[in-house]
């Protein structure tokens, strides 16, 4: 029985291990790479600078129980010694015995809260506007990242397809068909087509640490990235219902409000401390053959300080709130009206080299790859051609690249979902 009874408890061990270890199970990413939503996870998890401002809401919210508080009741004592100075006078230990507790009006204390309850306001409108930047930051250098190793793949088949022509024209030249001035463009060519892939490496590599850095320690540096720079499922909505949205949620449009309720409810704070503040003293005495006992109300009268200082300072607060509240919200109408300009400047460009100009330039290099197999043409123009091409296609990546980050852009602005 009693080793039943431990390998039961041993198989409740591992149950709860199983347990604990089932979340980071899920946490822990596809095999086969990150995904966008992955990245922004992990980000949300792992990121110093969101747990910076995280910290900040917990520091408001620990300010709204401070604001809540009861002004705490001053004691006094005082002990002595009475020495009578005449035979009437008794001699004899003396003390004196006294509290004060300040009374606040309820008008006070609303005002107070008033002002905590703003000061949350506001850290939760920074926390959401730190957390929408961060993760539009990750969304463009997961973009890059993806253009970077899309070019990287067109420069590794320029780096063989250029190979490929070198290794064609030394036959060529080998067998007097060609001059040797067309095995040296092709050498040139193949030379500077190693070096582009190369280069394009090197700024994958840049492209990853920055990603890495946005994200957080938890992404490993050997990452690998799901996803296509090609994916156009993404759509935006109408322009005006994206502005609706943006002047109902923007974050940044809910922290200059939040200032604005802020510096309101700190001037009426003031204009409270500027009336006067009232407390209750009970004291006791005791001298020897005597007990005397009071009760009294004590009144700060704000005669020489009436707060006019603060008060004019909040009321230059509510105006300076105001003026970039109005400002805000024009620059990012401004904003969003550009964003949706240059989303359809890299739509119509998308749409343009996919459906005409990368045929149109593949056609005239097979034709002139043709025309140089048979001698119609030179080593020149095949190359010329061959280069039209590539220039082609590393456009189309960067449109595509543009249009992406168009989306997130407007995403940016108008709070609109985009799938990765």
Known sequence: MKRCGIRSKGWRALVLVAALAAPLAVCAADPSGYTLTDLIGLARQSNPALASVRARVIGAQAALQTAQAFPNPELEFLAGRQSGSS?????????????????????????????????????????GSSERDLIAGIKLRYLDVLRLQAAARLAQDDRLTAEQIRARVGVRVSTGEA?????????????????????????????????????????????????????????????????????????????????????????ALERERARPAFGLRAGVERVPQTLDARLGLVMTVPIFDRREGPIGEALADIDRSRFA????????????????????????????????????????????????????????????????????????????????????????????????
Request: net charge negative.
């Open 87 to 127: 035979p009437e006078v008794a001699s004899g230990a003396s003390g004196n015995l006294g509290i004060l507790q300040p009374i606040e009006r309820a008008s006070l204390r609303q005002s107070r809260r008033e002002v905590a309850l703003a000061g949350i306001d506001l850290s939760q409108a920074a926390a």
């Open 325 to 420: 509240l109005a400002s805000l919200e024009q620059s990012l109408n401004q904003s969003l009206d550009v964003a949706w300009q240059l989303y359809q400047i890299a739509l119509s460009q998308v749409n343009a080299y996919e459906s005409g100009i990368l045929r149109e330039a593949e056609s005239a290099l097979k034709v002139a790859e043709s025309s140089y197999r048979y001698g119609e043409r030179g080593i020149l123009d095949y190359l010329d051609a061959q280069r039209t091409y590539r220039l082609v296609r590393n456009e189309l990546n960067t449109t595509r690249h543009d249009l992406r980050a168009a989306l997130v852009e407007l995403e940016r602005l108008s709070l609109t979902s985009e799938q990765p």
């Open 179 to 267: 001059a040797r001035f067309e095995l040296i463009r092709a050498e040139t060519e193949r030379l500077n087509a190693q070096r582009a892939a190369q280069v394009a490496t090197l700024n994958i590599d840049r492209a990853r640490t920055e990603l890495r850095r946005l994200v957080g320690a938890a992404l490993p540096a050997d990452f690998e990235l799901v996803g296509s720079i090609e994916d156009r499922s993404a759509q935006p909505r109408s322009l005006e219902d994206m502005r609706r949205e943006m002047l109902e949620r923007h974050p940044e449009l809910r922290v200059a409000r939040a200032e604005l309720r802020s510096a309101e409810a700190k001037l």
